[in-house]
């Protein structure tokens, strides 16, 4: 038999089959992931290269952000346009800093394998803190509850008075698990959040943990000049800040000397 005379044979095969397989109760159908969405680079601004950036938000139309790395951790206030430091703290050697947010007058800030939280006043000082369970990575607050990422798909609903979980959804796109998110911000009703070394940002629907869209940031790394850490696997895209007064998204990365200001929609 000749090889076109297989290859005829093979494809009527193939055809009868997937005919067949909505007969037979499966689906030939294939799940669309999220769309995506664009941006537009309104504005960059200096950014310390030497913070290695686990959480960002905006505090006062200032900049405020959480670096990691063990003995380095730090709790910082910078100016939003020059990233001078205006304020900091820095964290015990043990503790790695994560996620952190502002709820009223206090700010919370994760630790990552330290299982504890700290709570401060807006001046930096450390008030309490509180036990979390397992790791901590992100962390937001949308006016009612804090919302922690642990690095798995799921995302925890805390009660901002006593801490204690209230509900939890697991992030999904065309049904299948996100896993890795990392850092979070609340903005528009919607939960932002980075993926640990994805150049993406999941943009989740807070009911049930759908991913709406996706923000593609690739191109954000390639306008860097070079630095001290780019040759770190770990200077990755992370930290998200919704600015109010512009309704504009500032994003960085781990070890980048620049942050941006970007207008997103579909």
Same mark, same amino acid.
């Given at each position: ?36 969405? @664009? ?35 730090m709790l910082v206030i ?46 930096? @000082? ?92 690739g191109g954000l790394r390639r306008l860097l000049p ?41």
């Open positions: 038999m000749d090889e076109s005379r297989i290859r005829t044979i093979v494809t009527a095969q193939l055809l009868r089959t997937l005919l067949l397989l909505p007969l037979l109760g499966y689906s030939t159908a294939v799940s669309a992931g999220a769309p995506e969405w @664009h941006y537009r680079i309104v504005a960059e601004y200096p950014h310390d290269p030497s913070a290695f950036t686990e959480g960002l938000t905006v505090m006062d139309g200032h900049l405020l952000e959480s670096t990691g790395r063990y003995g380095s951790s910078r100016d939003l346009h020059s990233g001078a430091v205006l304020s900091s703290t820095k964290l015990d050697d043990s503790d790695f800093g994560e996620g952190t947010t502002v709820v009223g007058n206090r700010i919370v800030q994760l630790t990552w394998k330290s299982g504890v939280a700290y709570v401060y006043d807006r001046d930096l @000082h450390r008030l309490d803190g509180f036990p979390i369970v397992g790791e901590g990575w992100g962390l937001t607050y949308n006016g009612h509850d804090l919302i922690e990422s642990d690095g798995s798909p799921t995302l925890h609903f805390l009660d901002p008075s006593s801490f204690t979980e209230t509900r939890h959804v697991e992030v999904r796109d065309a049904g299948k698990p996100v896993q890795q998110l990392n850092e979070l911000e609340w903005a528009g009703d919607r939960i932002y959040a980075n993926v640990w070394h994805d150049p993406r940002i999941a943009v989740i629907a807070p009911e049930d943990g759908h991913v709406i869209a996706w923000i593609d940031c070079p630095f001290y850490g780019n040759s770190d696997p770990e200077s990755v895209l992370n930290g998200i800040a919704f600015d109010p007064a512009t309704g504009h998204l500032l994003v960085t990365g781990k070890y980048w000397p620049r942050l941006f200001e970007l207008d997103v929609g579909p």
